[in-house]
């Protein structure tokens, strides 16, 4: 057999073809890096230029804090200069804060165990009314059978 004068397979490069990302617009409100331990969310400090008291009196004690620009370098460019909140990261009316996650954790504990007790009271109600002369719930069963219907 002749010889050819080739390069080994695994020594050819081929190109990846890389598909080219899309435009989209940029976000208005920045993510911040992600925390272990805490979620971040942006809390309304004003609207249509009216400061928003009551929401941010409403979230600090709901255990949200403020984030400091010291602690979040890579949103210290993005924030306002002239806020009420000198040394925050604060951006068209919202400020950026962060909870411990085990807050929200309870948080939302709390709220299943409001929930379950609305159900049980509703379904309690409900039911106490069915008699079984004229059930609430009757069981309707049918069954399918194949075959000759005689």
């Given at each position: 057999m002749a010889e050819h004068n080739r390069l080994a397979r695994e020594l050819d490069s081929r190109k990846v073809a890389v598909r080219p990302e899309a435009w989209r617009p940029p976000e208005t409100l920045p993510t911040p890096d992600v925390r272990p331990g805490w979620k971040?969310?942006?809390?309304?400090?004003?609207?249509?230029?009216?400061?928003?008291?009551?929401?941010?009196?409403?979230?600090?004690?709901?255990?949200?804090?403020?984030?400091k620009t010291d602690d979040y370098p890579e949103m210290m460019h993005l924030a306002s200069q002239d806020t009420r909140f000198k040394g925050n990261i604060e951006i068209g009316g919202l400020l950026l804060c962060r909870i411990p996650e085990e807050f929200?954790?309870?948080?939302?504990?709390?709220?299943?165990?409001?929930?379950?007790?609305?159900?049980?009271?509703?379904?309690?109600?409900?039911?106490?009314?069915?008699?079984?002369?004229?059930?609430?719930?009757?069981?309707?069963?049918?069954?399918?059978?194949?075959?000759?219907g005689s």
């Amino acid at each position: 057999m002749a010889e050819h004068n080739r390069l080994a397979r695994e020594l050819d490069s081929r190109k990846v073809a890389v598909r080219p990302e899309a435009w989209r617009p940029p976000e208005t409100l920045p993510t911040p890096d992600v925390r272990p331990g805490w979620k971040h969310r942006w809390v309304r400090v004003s609207m249509m230029g009216a400061p928003d008291p009551q929401n941010v009196s409403a979230k600090f004690r709901e255990g949200y804090e403020a984030c400091k620009t010291d602690d979040y370098p890579e949103m210290m460019h993005l924030a306002s200069q002239d806020t009420r909140f000198k040394g925050n990261i604060e951006i068209g009316g919202l400020l950026l804060c962060r909870i411990p996650e085990e807050f929200l954790q309870q948080r939302a504990a709390y709220y299943e165990t409001q929930n379950q007790a609305q159900v049980d009271s509703v379904d309690n109600n409900f039911l106490r009314e069915n008699d079984p002369r004229m059930p609430l719930f009757a069981d309707k069963k049918s069954k399918v059978t194949f075959g000759s219907g005689s």
